[in-house]
Nanobody
Framework: QVQLVESGGGLVQPGGSLRLSCAAS????????MVWHRQAPGKQREWVAT???????NYADSVKGRFTISRDNAKKTVYLQMNSLKPEDTAVYYC???????WGQGTQVTVSS
C-alpha cells in the first residue's frame, strides 16, 4: 500500500505559478505511473496529468502547455509545476498511483485576485 502526501498549494493571483509536491512511501515508487487529479467545488474529480515509470507524460487539454508533471525517484516524489494559472484551476489537487490507490488529503490551490 502506497501512502501519498500532497503539499505546495496556496493562494496565487491569475497568471502566477505554483509547484505541487507529492511524497510517496513504499519501495516500489519507481515502478508506478503517477497521476495528478483535481476537484473543484461542486464538480467531480478530474484527471490532470500522468507520468509513467519511464517518464512519459500526458496532460488534460485544459492544462496542456501550462502544467508540467515530473518525478524524482530517489526522493519518491512527483511534482506538478503549474504556470499561467487561471481562476478555473482553483481546486483541491490530489496525486495517486496508476492504477489508483487510496486518495490522500490533497492540497488546495486557489487562483484569485
Amino acid at each position: 500500500q502506497v501512502q501519498l502526501v500532497e503539499s505546495g498549494g496556496g493562494l496565487v493571483q491569475p497568471g502566477g505559478s505554483l509547484r505541487l509536491s507529492c511524497a510517496a512511501s513504499g519501495s516500489r515508487f519507481s515502478a508506478y505511473a503517477m497521476v495528478w487529479h483535481r476537484q473543484a467545488p461542486g464538480k467531480q474529480r478530474e484527471w490532470v496529468a500522468t507520468i509513467t515509470a519511464g517518464a512519459n507524460t500526458n496532460y488534460a487539454d485544459s492544462v496542456k502547455g501550462r502544467f508540467t508533471i515530473s518525478r524524482d525517484n530517489a526522493k519518491k516524489t512527483v511534482y506538478l509545476q503549474m504556470n499561467s494559472l487561471k481562476p478555473e484551476d482553483t481546486a483541491v489537487y490530489y496525486c495517486n498511483t496508476d492504477p489508483l490507490n487510496s486518495w490522500g488529503q490533497g492540497t488546495q490551490v486557489t487562483v484569485s485576485s
